[in-house]
């Protein structure tokens, strides 16, 4: 004869523990699951700023530089030094157009990053012209694992740093697109380049940039607490040879997460202050 399982029957009250425990662990495997698979945190609300950068080491960063397998940080690149991150090219004999960037392990879409920023010295002598007095942070960038080996740029949408005496540009905080385009005042453009309403600061001047990023929706770019643009929409631009990879393989053509990689192409330049505030969807 079949037991009856009722709230009455300890029979019944084993099982119903048993079956409860059971859900909960594969609820918790689900999750470290896409937790792992794929890095990104959102849907989460938070009063506290993160540090993204631990003032010590790399640790938490993936460096990718053009030509060079991952991880490999040839010359020392990147480095910390009493609580900065800089970028050196003390020990380069020549640039040869190895464009470095530094990934964060994680990817996120709904955020506040900041960063304070010093450009100082003079660039690389072989590097392009318009890397003098310029760098950069990405944002809802490509991974670094899905880069080419030669690739000198992630798809990425930029948040573009220069100093006074740069040769790109007349401002900081523009908003730069390789391998994306975005939406000005509901209109798309295909600029590579849109300009902010910002200044440009002297050098070995600290500056802070921040973006703050819904997803696909809206990002605004902010200098020293001040809004100096604000696009939306950032789109994967099917004409460059790396996103038109990226949607062969799956992704989608509305951008709304990523990896965020501070640069390093051929101008000295620090990082301190590195923080992300996660938002609620």
Known sequence: MLTSFSHNNPQSTNYMQISFLFQRFFQILIFIYFSSSYGQIENIETSNWISLFNGENLDGWTVKINGQ???ENIHNTFYAEEGILKVSYE???????????LFTNIAYSHYIFKVEYKIFGSGMPDAPHWTNLNSGAMLHAQSPQSMRIDQAFPVSLEGQFLAEGATAGTQTGNAVTPG?????GGKLTKEHIVNSNSKL??????VTFEAEVHGNEKIIYRINGEEVIQFNHPQLDDTDKDAKKLLELGADKYVDHGFIALQAEGQPIWFKNIQIKVLKK
């Open 180 to 184: 994306t385009h975005i939406e000005i």
């Open 69 to 71: 397998p991952l991880n």
């Open 201 to 206: 600061f002297p050098v070995n001047t600290w």
């Open 91 to 101: 020990k380069y004999e020549k640039f040869d157009m190895q464009f470095g960037h």
